[in-house]
């Protein structure tokens, strides 16, 4: 799939979530609309992937990254005290 094809199959979408953020932007719930606001404004960053190439749609990269921590915790049965936090940091 072209760049250009990718744009055009993802517009409903990005429309539609933009549509639903604005809908909720002046809500009566206060971390409801901070939220709302603030997505708003980082709107053109949410998928950079759709618009420059070469950027991963996935975090793959950076899970694989973390993998072998997460594995020697969980070997460990996790932190269980502030001691063990940091070494496991």
């Known amino acids: 799939m ?3 094809e ?3 199959k993802t517009k409903p ?3 539609a979530i933009e549509r639903h953020l604005k809908a909720y932007k002046d ?3 206060r971390r409801v609309r901070t939220l709302s606001r603030k997505l708003l404004k980082q709107l053109d960053n949410l998928f950079p992937f759709i618009f420059h190439e ?3 749609p996935t ?3 950076a ?3 973390i993998r072998p921590a997460v594995q020697w915790r969980k070997i460990c049965f996790g932190n269980r005290s ?3 936090a940091v070494l496991t940091s």
């Open 2 to 4: 072209s760049r250009q």
């Open 6 to 8: 990718l744009i055009q």
């Open 13 to 15: 979408v990005r429309l």
């Open 27 to 29: 809500s009566q719930e």
């Open 54 to 56: 070469g950027v991963e």
């Open 59 to 61: 975090n793959n990269l």
């Open 63 to 65: 899970e694989r990254g």
């Open 82 to 84: 502030d001691n063990g």
